[in-house]
């Protein structure tokens, strides 16, 4: 599982992704598939797919005033989030590809 593949998750399901990285930090990637670092304030001395490869759990939330009626917050493991990753990966609009 990459960034890239929790980006086009957060993206198809409307959701929000976090996780925690080494140093007390956590890694928010939005619904529009957009991941961010808070509290960040120069260059990071971490690789971010790096610090993706050593989480083991991740809290996947509805934003605010979102559609869905799933449960607004709850705590996954990394082989739950890698099922859902790759149920929405296979779930791509018919002519959908991804801009290589």
Do not use: W, Y
């Not at 979102?66 to 002519?95: D, I």
């Amino acid at each position: 599982m990459t960034l890239a593949d929790l980006r086009k998750l957060s993206i198809r399901r409307d959701l929000r992704i976090r996780f925690p990285l080494n140093g007390g930090m956590e890694c928010v990637i939005d619904e529009h598939g957009i991941a961010q670092v808070p509290g960040l304030r120069s260059i990071p001395k971490f690789n971010l797919e790096d610090e993706l490869a050593a989480a083991r759990q991740f809290i996947v939330e509805s934003p605010a005033g979102g559609s869905r009626k799933a449960a607004p917050r709850r705590t996954v493991g990394r082989q739950e989030l890698e099922s859902m990753a790759a149920a929405a990966g296979s779930a791509a609009a018919p002519g959908e590809h991804d801009d290589e």
